[in-house]
């Protein structure tokens, strides 16, 4: 498969308004010359990542605002994206996660995020892949997934769970989509510094500057090379990528037992 080529071209990013999202979104301007199609919640971050992106990097940018929670504003995304317009990329990345004990997760809460992770994600790419493989340029889709997808996280035990669907089903697609040539790239970062971070709690215990932790512009880097070269499956990082060994090497058992001691609330 030839790499992907995002140079005037357009790439919709889920989850633009922040964090990994917002730092591949700019890399895509920035780095490829490729137009932008940003979608969130919060208008005020899009509209402002998208005059940034135009007036820095003379690319077009356009974003959609949307609760991808939200099965109807799902449609509606895919209509609005591909109304006169031809994708060549998606990145999959909006999501969501908590820190607690999974038995005390909201229902309410839980829900959003297997919609906000799961989901809409399945839905986008089903809705996506032919929309993608029907032109000549062979597009291509990234999923995020994440180590935590890799090692069950007790305190993330749910979110770790959607992660892990996204891994398996990301990697199983790919290979559905190889006839069409559409490629589908999982990636799967560790420790991230963004708001996902601050807003879980989980900053108090994982620091800026924490071995293995990254910040969002080195991951977005790391994320747009495995996804121009088509990688099926990226783990940003040698610490992410020798717990991605461990993960094959060890019992899930002990691992989970490990991690555990790692994440378990309180001082
Ligand atoms: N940070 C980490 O340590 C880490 C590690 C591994 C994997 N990841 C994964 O990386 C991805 C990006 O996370 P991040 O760290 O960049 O977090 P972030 O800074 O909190 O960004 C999350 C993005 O998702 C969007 N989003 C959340 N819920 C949404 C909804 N219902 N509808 C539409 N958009 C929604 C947010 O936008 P609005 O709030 O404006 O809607 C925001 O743009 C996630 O899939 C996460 O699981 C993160």
Redesign the pocket.
Known sequence: MKTLELRNRWTLV??????????MARAIARDHGGHVLG????RD??EALCEELRTRHGVQADCIV?????PA?VERVFTEATRGRQLHGALL?????YWGDAVKLDWGAFQ?ML???VT?LVRLSGLLAPHLAAHDTQGGMML?????GLIPVPYQAA?SG??AF?LGYGQALAQELRPTGVSVTVF????????????SG?AQR?KTGDLG??T?PE?ASHALRAFTRRKALSIPGLLNQTLALAARLLPRGFLAQRTAALYRPGP
């Open positions: 889920t989850g633009a308004s922040s964090g990994l999202g917002l730092e979608v969130a919640r919060r971050r899009l949307a609760d991808l929670s939200r504003d990345n909006a999501g969501v996660t959003t919609d906000t992770n809409s995020v997934s994440s180590v935590a979110y959607t992660k996204v799967a970062p560790g420790g991230i510094s963004t708001e996902l971070m601050e807003n989980l994982f932790m990254m969002a991951c």
